[in-house]
């Protein structure tokens, strides 16, 4: 089920795509999954066509779901390699964290803020 806040300052087609991205990783939504048509969801959710296309391509670009043509969106196997990527880039981080002598609670703050600040790429050192 996806829910769109129209009162929050998080624009919709970015709710949609953290919701259906979590329910991927979470594998709520299985590998092989077709969702629905981008003209579909957006009656279904009261949003413009443009505002659910783009968070497909989003999640295409994420590799989290394939367009296969006239066939519709699928969830990607891509996924699957998403997530393990995750799950090293996390480990890396821990090792980074303990090697300057940081503790669990300011590596999880680190971490909220970069999420918040909405970067996604690193910078330049």
């Not at 629905?36 to 391509?57: E, F, S």
Request: zero cysteines; glycine letters at 10%.
């Amino acid at each position: 089920m996806i829910v769109i806040d129209t009162a929050s300052p998080v624009p919709p087609f970015e709710q949609l795509r953290a919701q259906l991205a979590r329910q991927i990783q979470d594998r709520e939504l299985a590998v092989g999954a077709r969702l629905p048509t981008i003209r579909h969801l957006a009656a279904d959710l009261g949003l413009a066509v443009n505002t659910v296309g783009r968070a497909y391509r989003e999640l295409e670009e994420a590799g989290l779901i394939e367009t296969r043509g006239r066939a519709g969106s699928f969830v990607s196997a891509a996924g699957e390699e998403g997530l393990e990527r995750a799950r090293r880039a996390a480990a890396d981080y821990a090792a980074v964290i303990a090697s300057v002598g940081l503790g669990p609670g300011e590596a999880i703050r680190i971490v909220q803020a970069a999420l918040a600040s909405g970067r996604t790429t690193p910078t330049a050192r």
